[in-house]
């Protein structure tokens, strides 16, 4: 269903942020499964300024299905904002 992918709205892409624990800064982020799925993360946290040497892909089927804007935008927003509250935390 759609509501059950991580990328179906802000409140599932929290699970992927924490700035008590590891924040964005501090993660390595290793995408790995759908083609779709992880064209869409690695353009999400790409867009949200995480650095490429962070992020590593393993795609293993649907590789050529086109990301959708949203879900890009989506994840940028949430990791950005993660970034931003991991900076407040830390100071």
């Not at 699970?15 to 390595?28: F, K, Q, R």
């Not at 650095?51 to 649907?62: A, I, L, W």
């Not at 804007?69 to 991991?86: C, H, L, M, P, Q």
């Amino acid at each position: 269903s759609e509501s059950g992918r991580l990328s179906a709205n802000e409140n599932n892409l929290q699970a992927i942020v924490s700035p008590e624990e590891l924040g964005p800064n501090d993660t390595h982020y290793h995408l790995i499964g759908n083609g779709q799925m992880v064209s869409e993360l690695k353009a999400g946290l790409d867009k949200a300024g995480i650095p490429g040497d962070k992020v590593t892909v393993e795609m293993y089927f649907n590789h050529k299905a086109a990301a959708d804007d949203d879900v890009i935008d989506r994840i940028a927003n949430v990791i950005f904002s993660a970034k931003t509250a991991e900076a407040l935390y830390n100071k």
